[in-house]
């Protein structure tokens, strides 16, 4: 007989997946492959499609499928019932069922069997699609066993799993269902194995949970297993915990399956012994080798033997970190993601260039990438085990960590606890050399003495911010005066590894503003008693003039201004895409020329500012300010004209108040000479602070500027490209690395020609970037990972909180009550005056949200990180490191 619609295991391998699904081509692999699995057959993908086009008003079904949307229950619900019940309707065909009962001659008609659905997007590196699809257990005779064929094609569209494709992004029509019919096992113990630990991400151990009975009971959370660790090396047993299993799920004599109370003795048995632990272990072991990657098994023993049901490999896992310098397992990674508050996934251009960046570790040498800058799950992740290798940077440095991000210190403080960690460090790291500092301490120490000494801090700051302008404006005139676009990359490649020495004096005139801060709490709080002092030390970081974010805000609310004046070209914004060329056509309105005046002028100077700006990738205001309008326009119908300003000069008022409030206080804190010195002190610490500390966003803002120069060239080298077929997208350009593109376009400028063979290997190259890019965007990234893919959790005391509080760091005092707006993408959401802003995360470009919060609420930071400064100079209460506050809000 030719067979058509099936094929055994024994047929079909891993490249099966089309015709077999992904249970069905993994158990076909590991039967090829000599695994122990239970035999059996596949009914293919061929038998579905066929039974479902038998069908003429499916089309339309699929039809409206793809016009549903996810956040509307009751059309999936009402939909997937129609597709349900039409599939009932329709006859199985004849050729499958005579296919089938000779199947089942071949296996044995007397015996059981088990039908699984195994679809042909699930258990894939992105998405396992587990328990999206039906199985039925203990299945006899070929009546039944068709009945149950169509219960598997029927459950491709149950609720859940029509919604998990249009959450994963699958086409409802292009998905199918292939059915598995394998032999029944009848274990005496059943479970899942994991070749990792799935809770902590340790590659290096395995995690067995184990139950009586089928795997059913396990699966479907009816009875608590036991679990057992183990060292993947070694096979060591690292615990073994032992649990109360209430009930069993057995196959019953007659077909189906019966659930039986166990025994309280029976119960609390031990279900694996030492040996046979390690003899699955080591089968696992031998399929993950097989497969190349972690791997969650479902198995059965049955009379002392092993069964293995299905494998797929584990989707849940955070990817390992990969750099130059290796992985080992006892190195330490941060996220820098979170030290910047842009937990984004971040391109490979956009990952190279600020590798190029950051100094630390990094060779003396143009165009080597720091060693000590890891990729992982497109994040950017620093090693930071050289600052592990002397005890006393050790302790200091996890817990100043806290300060950029609580739970990203406690993260690392929790990792030097691992076993081996301590140990790896201390046999395989260098120490840290000391010296290393020194070479930009003598940039720093100069400039630090000279802030700390000036008698007016305030001219000293404005004559700092006028160098950097001068020096930048040197910088890009040297630019523009470069003629090759590789020449001009290469230019700019140097002033961006040289950039820390730009700015070498800037970080020295801002020291004293950091280190005054703690001493004035530390003697202010030592020497006065006073109930409101607290908001006095809160109102001095409030107001500071000089902060070029702040200033940027202002102009932002300056502009929203100027709109209300122009009614006609805030009707146009509001019916057209709000991009530039809309911008154009406004600009011939009349009563606009006020406003674009001052457009002008604002973009001329902080156009280079964007969403997620530390991405190179990303467009900027001046590109696409798309966000930037959607704040304006919502701040021109939500906020009085100059109430901004007022607030802002409010804030600048109670400030200067608590700073002679302070003074005064000081001074009366102690008779004579002694209270004298101690007012002199405070005082000119609070002048150091607010003369300095404006500085603090100047920095970034001028590598912005600089990141804008390479992102022009970058955009510019498209067209270049372009022309020699280099690249089929211009967007693609984003997935090279800034050296590539160096040499790239190097070659076409002195016109040496790529083969076709350099250009296809190129832009396959692009493609896998591409793709791994997209399958890991929405992917949570974790503060800390350590070399083996451990994720240490740590997590906050809440003794003393009320059931459902949400702990987190708060970082700008004060108490509000109002409607919580959680905003994900200022581009598309705005927020109205009055509500509290609840967001994953926020950079610069964020900022202008803040003029009409009443709170702010953050997912990850600090008290030092950029939206906690700003929400303590606006004078707004924030709370930041609040996980999953965007989706438990």
């Known amino acids: ?86 599939i009932e309707k329709i006859d199985i065909p004849e050729k499958l069922s005579k296919e089938v009962s000779e199947r089942l001659k071949e296996f044995g008609e007397d015996n059981f069997f088990a039908v699984r659905s195994s679809a042909t997007a699930e258990d894939l590196p992105g998405a396992s699609f587990a328990g999206q699809q039906d ?49 029944m096992a009848r274990p005496d113990v059943s479970g899942i194995l994991f070749t990792v630990d799935p809770v902590s991400g340790n590659r290096n151990s395995m995690t067995i949970d184990a139950g009586f009975g089928l795997g059913e009971a396990l699966v479907s959370g009816l009875i608590n297993p036991d679990n057992y660790i183990l060292d993947k090396k070694s096979f060591a047993i690292l615990s073994a915990n032992i649990q109360e299993k209430k009930i069993a799920i057995y196959p019953n004599g007659k077909g189906g399956i019966v659930t039986k109370k166990l025994e309280r003795e029976q119960s609390m048995l031990r279900t694996l012994n030492d040996s046979q632990i390690k003899e699955l272990c080591k089968i696992a072991l031998k399929i993950e080798n097989h497969y190349g ?71 003396k040498k143009p165009g080597v990438y720091n060693p000590y800058i890891a990729e992982a799950g497109e994040r950017i992740y620093i090693e930071v085990t050289p600052f592990m290798t002397r005890k006393f940077i050790r302790e200091k440095y996890s817990t100043g960590l806290q300060g950029v991000d609580y739970l990203m210190g406690k993260g690392v403080q929790e990792s030097l606890s691992y076993p081996g960690v301590i140990k790896g460090i201390k046999e395989f790291e260098k120490k840290i050399q000391i010296s290393s ?41 040297n630019y523009e005066e470069i003629v090759k676009t590789s020449d001009r990359l290469i230019y700019l490649r140097t002033q961006l590894e040289g950039f820390i020495d730009f700015v070498a004096f800037l970080l020295g005139t801002m020291a004293p503003a950091l280190i005054s801060w703690k001493k004035i709490g530390t003697n202010v709080r030592s020497w006065v008693e006073d109930d409101t002092l607290e908001e006095e030390l809160s109102a001095i970081e409030r107001g500071l003039i000089g902060n070029i974010t702040t200033e940027m805000d202002l102009e932002t609310g300056d502009l929203a201004d100027l709109l209300k004046h122009s009614t006609k070209l805030v009707s146009l914004l509001k019916i057209s895409s709000l991009n530039n060329s809309t911008l154009d056509k406004g600009r011939s309105l009349e009563s606009t ?16 500012r964007g969403l997620s700006e530390i991405d190179i990738k990303n467009a900027r205001w001046k590109e696409n300010p798309e966000s930037l309008l959607k704040m304006m326009i919502s701040q021109s119908e939500n906020e009085k004209s100059g109430s901004h300003r007022k607030h802002f000069n409010n804030l600048t008022a109670q400030a200067e108040a608590a700073v002679e409030k302070l003074v005064n206080q000081v001074r009366s804190s102690a008779p004579g000479f002694i209270g004298y010195f101690r007012a002199r002190k405070i005082n000119k610490l609070l002048s150091l602070y607010r003369g300095y500390m404006p500085l603090r966003e100047h920095g970034k803002y001028y590598l912005m500027r600089l990141m804008s120069l ?45 083969s076709s063979g350099e250009i296809e290997l190129l832009q396959k190259k692009i493609e896998e970037r591409k793709e791994r890019f997209e399958r890991f965007k929405n992917i949570e990234p974790p503060r800390v990972i350590l070399g083996n893919g451990t994720i240490p959790r740590p997590s906050y005391s809440t003794d003393g909180m009320p059931d459902g509080a949400l702990p987190g760091m708060a970082v700008s005092s004060g108490i509000v009550e109002g409607f919580a707006k959680v905003i994900t993408d200022p581009g598309k959401e705005s927020i109205k005056s009055g509500e509290i802003l609840v967001a994953p995360f926020t950079d610069p470009a964020w900022t202008p949200l803040f003029i009409n919060a009443s709170a702010v609420v953050i997912e990850v930071g600090g008290p030092m990180t950029h939206g906690s400064v700003i929400a303590r100079e606006y004078g707004i209460p924030a709370v930041v490191s609040i996980e999953n506050a965007t989706k438990l809000i």
Request: contains cysteine.
């Open 1 to 86: 007989m030719i067979f058509k619609y099936t094929q055994t295991f024994k047929d079909i391998d891993s490249t099966s997946l089309d015709i077999a699904g992904g249970k069905g081509a993994n158990l076909g692999e590991m039967t090829k492959a000599g695994f122990p699995v239970p035999p059996g057959f596949i009914i293919n993908t061929v038998a579905y499609t066929d039974f479902i086009n038998s069908y003429p008003e499916m089309e339309l079904i699929y039809t409206k499928l793809k016009t549903i949307k996810s956040e509307n229950l009751d059309e999936v619900r009402k939909t997937g019932k129609l597709i349900r019940e039409t």
């Open 135 to 183: 199985t039925f257990l203990n299945i006899k005779g070929l009546e039944n066993i068709l009945i149950n064929i169509r219960k598997c094609w029927v459950s491709l569209f149950t609720d859940r799993a029509i919604l998990y494709r249009m959450e994963k992004g699958f086409s409802h029509r292009e998905v199918k269902l292939s059915a598995v019919i394998q032999k």
């Open 293 to 363: 990657t972690p791997q969650d098994i479902e198995w059965a023993l049955e009379d002392g033997i092993f069964y293995l049901l299905q494998t797929r490999p584990v989707t849940t896992l955070f990817p390992l970190p990969e750099s130059p310098r290796g992985r080992e397992d006892h190195r330490i990674y941060v996220s820098l993601g979170h030290i910047q508050v842009m937990t984004a996934p971040v391109s490979p251009m956009g990952r190279s260039v600020l590798s190029l960046f950051l100094p630390f570790g990094r060779p």
């Open 437 to 477: 500092v020194f070479y930009y301490a003598r940039k720093v120490i100069p400039f630090l003495l000279k802030s700390n000494l000036a008698k007016n801090p305030v001219k000293n700051r404005k004559a700092a911010a006028a160098r950097l302008e001068k020096n930048f404006s040197i910088l890009k005139n």
């Open 593 to 608: 020329e006020e406003f674009f005046a001052a457009w002008d002028k604002f973009i001329a100077r902080f156009g280079i």
């Open 710 to 754: 390479i992102r022009h060239e970058i955009t510019n080298s498209t067209i270049l490209l372009a022309d020699k077929s280099v690249l089929l997208n211009k967007d693609l350009i984003w997935f090279l690395e800034i050296n590539e593109l160096i040499e790239l376009v190097g070659k076409v400028e002195k016109e040496e020609n790529l």
